[in-house]
Antibody, heavy 116, light 107 residues
């Protein structure tokens, strides 16, 4: 059974950075890109970018290029996303997901709250 | 980037009613269209891929259709558990973009 287990909720101050994790199991980690999706409270879904765990190549949506950094560790089957220079606009739930004909598997989401 | 426009923004349906949600792409996406259901506090769930293929485990009252730039999701025989927000998403070009969502409530 494919599972994506994400790290717990974060409360961060403005200007700080945070690193979220997504541990994959039940499939070959290098077989699928890992995507990250942002969902602000009561808002829609917004793609941040993706990483190919095979070679750690990344693609970012333009607006997130200076905000998010995606990495992956094949030894632990874990993908990471670091968000920098946090502002209130970064308060959101962040999901990791794999894509195969659609986003078939999702993590449970990590809520990041940015507040002073 | 391909823009995805969903309509309506929200709707309510009675038990047993049939509802449709529309999705318009800013350019042709060759049926690379997926539909998702999201319930409060949960991750989205894939319902339909390639415009009309039903994901394993999804009830057959969900169906998808369309071509080119216009697609739709039909829910027949509305059930209480069908309440939620529905999103379309194109997989034709990167970045994979989502529609704005349609909130479906039971009347």
């Amino acid at each position: 059974e494919v599972q994506l287990q994400q790290s717990g909720p974060e409360l961060q101050r403005p200007g700080a950075s945070v690193k979220l994790s997504c541990k994959a199991s039940g499939y070959t980690f290098t077989e699928y890109y890992m995507y990250w999706v942002k969902q602000r409270p009561k808002q829609g879904l917004e793609l941040i970018g993706r990483i190919d765990p095979e070679d750690c190549s990344t693609d970012y949506v333009e607006k997130f290029k200076n905000k998010a950094t995606l990495t992956a560790d094949t030894s632990s089957n874990t993908a990471y996303m670091q968000l920098s220079s946090l502002t209130s606009e970064d308060t959101a739930t962040y999901f990791c997901a794999t894509y195969d004909r659609g986003f078939a598997y999702w993590g449970q989401g990590t809520l990041v709250t940015v507040s002073s | 980037d391909i823009q995805m426009t969903q309509s309506p923004h929200s709707l309510s349906a009675s038990l047993g009613e049939t509802v449709s949600i529309e999705c318009l792409a800013s350019e042709g996406i060759s049926n690379y269209l997926a539909w998702y259901q999201q319930k409060p506090g949960k991750s989205p769930q894939l319902l339909i891929y390639y415009a009309s293929s039903l994901q394993d485990g999804v009830p057959s009252r969900f169906s998808g259709s369309g071509s080119g730039t216009q697609y739709s999701l039909k829910i027949s025989n509305m059930q209480p558990e069908d309440e939620g927000v529905y999103y379309c998403q194109q997989g034709y070009k990167y970045p994979r973009t989502f529609g704005g969502g349609t909130k479906l409530e039971l009347k």
